[in-house]
């Protein structure tokens, strides 16, 4: 996308501000629905996810439906200036429903029917699943399609999880039989059937990985999980037919998650196939702020790295769909925000490309699970609480940047993230069991750039390399040769790869190369790897790079050079003064190679060589210590700048050039100072 270009994301010219809401939950109280609508005002929210799990509001019996109610939210949503997501209510269902087709019901891999309860938890197979959520869409879409509180549809909830009943199991033999041409023997030679025994000579014999969802055939375990993903979106695409055929323009979404608590990308389906089918791509972001176990900053910069996943994969803004404005009730220990973090972890959100700051609840149920997860509105129904004070906060913040509503954040680097590649690593068994930590890894390699202020879009392998300078290929265990091909282009053309140890090992099966490491990427980094040392958890190494040492841990790959200048060698073990860290010229461009899992400060020196190199350049001018992050998104006059402390003391900034506040007009230059989690937003003239 050109650096100036907004892309709209919905038809709205406004930052989103608001979230789910349950009116379904209080049909009987006309009183706090009317409330809600004063409180909706008060809190400067426009914008409600409504329907999400309203299926049994909606269609009490079978084929018995009522909408008034929801026809009055949206009339007095409307009224007020607000707009409706309206979600289709697939999430969960009526009891009606599992108790006369209990295939709707999804079976757990060790092929036990589930009991009607909870949510999420539907055959995504099912004809009559599909059937059933086809027709209710279509009838929503009938009725609130043209209605001009409509913003977007917000399909289902957070798709996820597996189905192991029969009609799961018929759809994954079609599934493999359409992948692999009817060829049983192209299935046995890419699952390496004979291992255990697992040839397979009917097609009747091939089921989901068991026991228990995960068998020791790798190729089958991806494949079963690219299945998933893949009759997940099928499902998704049955959901949406009523929606495009009678509101072609109206934007669809479906809310991914994030993996709390290490806060890394949701592991169940690969998310790069599925941002395909969607016109936005919105998630859920739950870290668990002000936790005793990582720093705020080090929190703030995993979710710095989503974000910069998920707007990635449609390179374009993306929705917070949820978050909490407060504390959540789903964690181990379930902490407040603390004064000032709602704001700054609003604004980090926007500061990385979401249009949006919706939560996950507006009003606290009364009843069940969620009745103390935070919200805007507490049981005490009250505008003055803290809670809502600080939503308030927010409101009347993100009334001030509709300029920023579909700008975008232009960057030359790139990290590169797979779905694929991690179930693979996750399933070998080899090198640590605990230590891998394929998306860790990228989030430390992300680290340095985070730091710096640096924009990185972290890609998956179906982008264009070739409008990064830089392109980190940290720990790309599975690559297919196509993948190798790209990066050899890449390399080739005049980019700047980084790889690392454990990359390239086994192709798109989880088979491994023969022959040692594959002969492209040997000729792109002029080195082939030839053991991979695990080291154990308190076992400790060095590299000596540029006169200094630094601490390794975990993994050390042994080098042998083949063209390659040697840039740091080890310091101790049998492979002491051995290349730990290589670099190549290749074609236009340029390949390094670590060897070993460093600490931070390794990345920092190493790819500070590389941002002088490339002339890597920060969002802005502004400078600052360790904690502090400045994020950027361009409009076509001027920058918006995000100055954001992620950290319990107050920090020292300096502006660089004259800067005006983004909120209040003041003009600003010279030295700030940021309170404990204050955020800034400052506006630059280009
Ligand atoms: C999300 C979910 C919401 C709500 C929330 C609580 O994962 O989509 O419905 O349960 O968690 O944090």
């Given at each position: 996308m050109p650096k100036n270009e907004k892309t709209y994301?919905?038809?709205?010219?406004f930052m989103l501000h608001g979230g789910d809401y349950n009116p379904d939950q209080w049909l009987d109280r006309p009183d706090i629905l009317a409330d809600d609508i004063k409180l909706m005002q008060l809190s400067h929210t426009n914008t409600f996810s409504v329907g999400i799990f309203a299926w049994s509001a909606l269609e009490p019996e079978e084929g018995v439906y009522n909408f008034e109610w929801l026809d009055k939210i949206f009339e007095d949503i409307y009224r007020i200036g607000g707009r409706v997501i309206l979600a289709t209510p697939s999430g969960a269902r009526p009891a009606w429903m599992s108790q006369k087709y209990p295939e709707v019901l999804r079976v757990n891999a060790a092929r036990v029917k589930q009991l009607h309860g909870?949510?999420?938890?539907?055959?995504?197979?099912?004809p009559v699943y599909r059937e059933k959520t086809q027709t209710i869409n279509g009838l929503l879409a009938e009725r609130y399609g043209g209605h001009p509180a409509l913003l977007m549809w917000h399909i289902s909830n957070e798709y996820g999880g597996d189905c192991h009943c029969d009609l799961c199991q018929n759809a994954f033999r079609e599934w493999v039989k359409v992948k692999y041409n009817h060829d049983l023997k192209a299935v046995n030679d890419a699952w390496w059937g004979p291992f255990w025994s697992h040839t397979y000579s009917d097609w009747s014999q091939i089921e989901s990985p068991s026991p228990n969802g995960e068998s020791m055939v790798h190729g089958l375990n991806l494949d079963w999980r690219r299945f998933v993903t893949d009759q997940t979106i099928d499902f998704f695409e049955n959901e949406i037919v009523p929606l495009k055929k009678i509101t072609p323009d109206v934007p669809i979404t479906t809310n991914f998650m994030a993996d709390t608590f290490d806060l890394i990308p949701f592991q169940g389906l690969d998310y790069s196939k599925f941002a395909k089918h969607v016109d936005v791509v919105s998630w859920d972001a739950y870290p668990a702020w002000h936790n005793d176990w990582e720093s705020t900053a080090d929190l703030a910069m995993k979710v710095g790295f989503i974000n910069d996943l998920y707007r990635s994969l449609k390179q374009q803004p993306f929705l917070t769909m949820e978050m909490t404005p407060s504390a959540v009730n789903w964690h181990q220990v379930n902490k407040a925000k603390r004064p000032g973090m709602h704001l700054l972890s609003a604004m980090q959100m926007v500061a990385h490309g979401s249009d949006s700051v919706l939560y996950f609840q507006w009003r606290k149920s009364?009843?069940?699970?969620?009745?103390?997860h935070g919200a805007v509105v507490d049981h005490d129904n009250s505008p003055e609480n803290r809670v809502f004070q600080e939503v308030a906060k927010v409101g009347v913040t993100l009334e001030k940047l509709a300029d920023v509503v579909g700008t975008n954040r232009p960057s030359d680097v790139a990290i590169l993230y797979d779905w694929d590649s991690n179930w693979a690593i996750n399933d070998a068994q080899g090198f640590g069991l605990e230590s891998k930590r394929y998306p860790q890894t990228l989030q430390q390699h992300y680290r340095t750039f985070w730091e710096k202020d640096i924009p990185v879009d972290v890609i998956t392998?179906?982008?264009?390399?070739?409008?990064?300078k830089l392109l980190i290929v940290p720990m790309l265990y599975l690559m297919s040769e196509d993948t190798i091909s790209q990066l050899k282009t890449y390399a080739a053309e005049g980019g700047t790869l980084v790889m690392t140890y454990i990359s390239g090992l086994v192709n798109e099966h989880d088979l491994t190369y023969l022959g040692g490491w594959h002969k492209d990427l040997q000729e792109i980094f002029g080195i082939k790897p030839v053991e991979t040392d695990t080291l154990y958890p308190k076992d400790r190494n060095a590299v000596m790079f540029r006169q200094k040492s630094y601490e390794l841990k975990d993994y050390a790959t042994v080098i042998e050079v083949n063209g390659a200048n040697v840039e740091g060698v080890y310091e101790d073990d049998f492979y002491a003064n051995t290349p730990a860290l290589t670099s190549h010229s290749y074609g236009q461009g340029k390949a390094y190679y670590i060897g070993g899992r460093l600490e931070d400060d390794f990345q920092r020196d190493f790819y500070q060589e590389l941002i002088d190199e490339l002339v890597l350049e920060s969002a802005s001018d502004v400078k600052h210590g360790r904690g502090v992050s400045v994020q950027a998104r361009h409009a076509s006059e001027k920058d918006y700048l995000f100055l954001m402390n992620f950290t319990e003391q107050s920090q020292p900034v300096s502006l660089g050039s004259a800067v005006t506040d983004?909120?209040?007009?003041e003009q600003l230059t010279g030295d700030l100072l940021l309170e404990k989690y204050e955020v800034r937003i400052v506006e630059k003239q280009k």
């Open positions: 994301i919905t038809n709205a010219n909870g949510r999420h938890n539907h055959c995504f197979t099912s009364r009843g069940s699970s969620e009745k103390f392998k179906d982008q264009d390399f070739s409008k990064y983004a909120l209040t007009g």
